[in-house]
């Protein structure tokens, strides 16, 4: 059983930090593909950064300059570093691991940004 174990979300005012953990094993860490997609209410899920296991990153338009995903090797677990949050990040965001066809998927956490 793969396990994905997410935490950091929360509120925060507009223009404010948070930082996003997701944990795993090292087998998955090593050799699958981390990322951190969102899905707001009534919208579909969609890629927010990926990170290879060489550290190969990938954004949405919406987020470079903003948001930064990174990897601890010795942690097993990946980060996204959220800056200048705006309240249209609000949305829950998901941990997945991708390797060919094997997907894994977090439980997710909430992120609100409001004033």
């Known amino acids: 059983q793969v396990q994905l174990v997410e935490s950091g979300g929360g509120l925060m005012q507009p223009g404010g930090s948070l930082r996003l953990s997701c944990a795993t094993s090292r087998s998955i860490f090593s050799i699958y593909t981390m990322g951190w997609y969102r899905q707001a209410p009534g919208n579909q899920r969609d890629l927010v950064a990926t990170?290879?296991?060489?550290?190969?990153?990938n954004y949405a338009d919406s987020v470079k300059g903003r948001f930064t995903i990174s990897r601890d090797n010795a942690k097993n677990t990946v980060y996204l570093q959220m800056n200048n949050l705006a309240p249209e990040d609000t949305a829950v965001y998901y941990c997945?691991?991708?390797?060919?066809?094997?997907?894994?998927w977090g439980q997710g956490t909430q992120v609100t940004v409001s004033s």
């Open positions: 997945n691991a991708k390797r060919g066809y094997f997907s894994y």
């Open positions: 990170i290879t296991s060489g550290g190969n990153t």
